[in-house]
């Protein structure tokens, strides 16, 4: 008799997910994490009585009930609503682009001024591309001009993105701005989502929630046993990187990382928003994210005396970095297939999350996953 039905690696979402469900079918669990904490890259750190986002900003969002009404029946959520403000030299905009943008960047006060004026920039932008001799965008530059215009592209769109992704967008494929939502109405809401939120007293409740019951390390690292989780467990849920696995035999997959310069301060109220992006070039950092904000709302942001903000700075990622977001290209696409079949020969095994299935998830559709894995 083996003592465990499963062994788990990785305590994030689709790991904590994962035990939450085995353990209420009868399943004995061991979930081991190689970090110091649980709860994968949504873990909070407490600052001066502010959840801190050690791992990258985190918002709740999701259209889907079923995936809702799970996260709330562990910890009930806030009203936060994602509403980033961008600053572009000094000048505040509203995002995403929606009449408050519209009014901030020309004066215009109704749906039909500011359609008409996207409307003359993108005949403008279209008119370009005829002049060059192509009808279809070649790159990010000129795909975002004809979706909105030259104004919002040269102030909340270039300089963001050739930061986020390093490169210029004369160079970046078109199709990551395929849908750029425009709305014509004064909505500063970022996400089209049904629900959204933040959990009350922090994400680290979710996760102690899930995991309540189930038998946790941490600090272990799987390959100290991967010849021998065998002896122990009957089944393995593997939610660390694929390539890792199988001891990097095709190569190392590669990803775009974040590098986080984290201050606490000591005035109450930084920039009055959990997310300002920088739109420029010159910043070299792309947003700052103001931790408090998420879950302190009204006269409550003044009662706590100090604030923590985070500088993003979007950084190739380098073995040792934290691996954050898979590269879509050729390459790293045919070395995750041929990582993928090598796991599916593994029976005992079963791969789940962000870095097994080299797949950028947000974490509704990391529960989703799960969710349906045991037909839920
Ligand atoms: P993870 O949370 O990464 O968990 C994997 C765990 O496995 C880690 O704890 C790791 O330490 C452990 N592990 C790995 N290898 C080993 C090993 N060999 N031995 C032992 N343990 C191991 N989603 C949203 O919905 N909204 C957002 O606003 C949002 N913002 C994000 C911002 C950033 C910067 C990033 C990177 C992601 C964001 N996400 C967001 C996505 C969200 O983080 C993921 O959906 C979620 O973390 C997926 O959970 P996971 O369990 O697959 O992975
Ligand atoms: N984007 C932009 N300006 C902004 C915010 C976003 O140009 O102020 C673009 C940018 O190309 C980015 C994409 O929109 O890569 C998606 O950004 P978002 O913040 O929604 O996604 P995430 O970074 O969370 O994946």
Known sequence: MKTYDYLIVGSGLFGATFAYLAHQQGKKCLVIDKRAHLGGNIYCEDVEGIHVHKYGAHIFHTS?????????????????????????????????????????????????????????????????MKADGVTEPRNLEEQAQILIGKDIYEKLIKGYTEKQWGRKCTELPAFIIKRLPVRLVFDNNYFNDKYQGIPIGGYNRLIEGLLDGVETRTGIDFSTMKNTW???????????????????CFGKLEYRTVRFETETLDTANYQGNAVVNYTEREVPYT??????????????????????????????????????YPVNDSR?????????????????????????????????????????????
């Open 332 to 376: 790293n696409s045919d070395l995750y297939q041929k990582y993928k079949h090598l796991a599916d020969q593994e029976t005992n095994v079963i791969f789940g999350g962000r870095l097994a299935e080299y797949k950028y998830y947000d974490m509704a559709p990391t529960i989703e996953s799960v969710l349906k894995h045991f037909k839920l």
């Open 287 to 324: 947003r700052i994210i103001e931790h408090k904000h998420f879950e302190m709302f009204g006269q409550e942001v003044d009662k706590c005396p100090k604030t923590v903000i985070s500088k993003e700075y979007s950084t190739e990622w380098k073995p040792g970095m934290e691996p954050y």
């Open 230 to 248: 065998h002896d122990i467990a009957d089944k393995l849920v593997y939610t660390g990187a694929i390539d890792e696995y199988f001891d990097y």
């Open 64 to 128: 889907n009930k079923q995936v809702w009404d799970f996260v709330n029946s562990m910890v009930e959520f806030n009203r936060y609503t994602n509403s980033p403000v961008a600053n572009y030299k000094g000048k505040l905009y509203n995002l995403p682009f929606n009449m408050n943008t519209f009014y901030q960047m020309w004066g215009v006060t109704t749906p039909d001024e500011a359609m008409a004026k996207i409307k003359k920039q993108k005949a403008e932008a279209v008119a370009k």
